[in-house]
């Protein structure tokens, strides 16, 4: 998942934000109702996140209603809940002058969630207060980004030091990690097969949430939407998750390369083993061999029209979720 956390600059409080893009055609949302505005700064906030990313993500668009300036801060992240992410989103306005500003609360519903907190302050964010349970992840532009992983239900607030006595909002939203649920057709993962799971299914459909390539072979069309019907009516679930890891690498300077080889081993450092069958001509390769819940230590090497073979690449590790 990718979440970006917007602040504009002072006198961008009337807008909104349009839209958000990137190169790999992620679809973005905005975190519930999460923008915050302050009117005495005229500034305001606002998250968005896209679910279940693409791998090569490079760049992300953030388009304003109108011409604006302001601060994005991103967050890549895993081990949430892969279909229905969200649970709580909660908001700040117009907040009075203050030295130590507090995010807005959230409540969360179940005891392990990310919390991503954010404040748009006039004055000079120097970092979060003494005391307080969140991790400060970026202070730039003097406003103020943190987040919070959770181990049990509760009300959770960031709270920051500011250099001066400031107006702020804030915009404060949660996302639930990801768990045992009731197997594949359980897509929002409550334990659950029903309707819910079934509006999920139909937003896929219609392209407003992104079609995961590990469910259902990456298809997700009415007969996805029947099979959550039939599952959510006591029929079972004909629902398959597949699993796959994408990587990707630089390609080589030296002149005279064929092509690449990806190795593949369990043990940080080796052992490896060749997992294509042919040179690979592109800097990237996906390997749909892997199991649920390991994990796996990938190395490349170059070869050239002799058929030499490089050292090892630099080593990345990928691990596998657990099935749902």
């Not at 079972?236 to 998750?241: A, D, L």
Request: hydrophobic share 35%; with cysteine.
């Amino acid at each position: 998942m990718l979440v970006i956390g917007w602040a504009s600059n002072d006198g961008g409080g009337g807008i909104t934000i349009s839209g958000i893009g990137d190169n790999t055609g992620n679809i973005y949302n905005e975190a519930g109702s999460a923008r915050s505005t302050d009117s005495g700064g005229n500034t305001m906030a606002d998250i968005w996140y896209a679910q279940n990313i693409l791998p090569g993500t490079t760049t992300v668009t953030v388009t304003p209603s109108s011409a604006s300036t302001g601060t994005a801060v991103i967050w890549e992240l895993s081990g949430l809940e892969p279909y229905a992410p969200l649970d709580q989103t909660a908001v700040l306005d117009s907040q009075a002058g203050t030295t130590t500003p507090s995010g807005a609360s959230v409540t969360t519903t179940v005891p392990a969630e990310l919390i991503i907190s954010i404040a748009n302050a006039q004055g000079n964010l120097t970092g979060l207060a003494s005391g307080s349970s969140f991790t400060a992840d970026s202070t730039v532009n003097g406003d103020g980004w943190a987040h919070l992983v959770t181990a049990s239900s509760g009300t959770y607030t960031a709270q920051w030091s500011n250099a001066i006595s400031g107006t702020y909002c804030s915009s404060t939203v949660s996302f639930k990690a990801a768990s045992t649920g009731a197997g594949a057709c359980d897509l929002n993962q409550d334990g659950q097969v029903n309707v819910l799971d079934v509006q999920v299914a139909t937003n896929m459909d219609l392209g407003i949430l992104l079609c995961p390539v590990d469910l259902n072979g990456g298809v997700c069309n009415s007969a996805l939407v029947q099979a959550i019907v039939n599952a959510a009516l006591g029929e079972g679930c004909s629902v398959t998750v597949t699993h796959s890891v994408s990587v990707t690498w630089t390609a080589s300077n030296s002149s005279n390369i064929s092509g690449y080889n990806v190795y593949r081993g369990t043990t940080s450092g080796g052992p490896y083993t060749q997992i294509n069958t042919g040179l690979v001509t592109t800097t990237s390769y996906t390997d749909n061999t892997v199991v649920a819940g390991q994990v796996y230590y990938y190395v490349a090497t170059a070869v050239n029209g002799s058929g030499q073979q490089s050292g090892y690449s630099s080593q990345v590790q990928a691990t596998v979720p657990t099935d749902i």
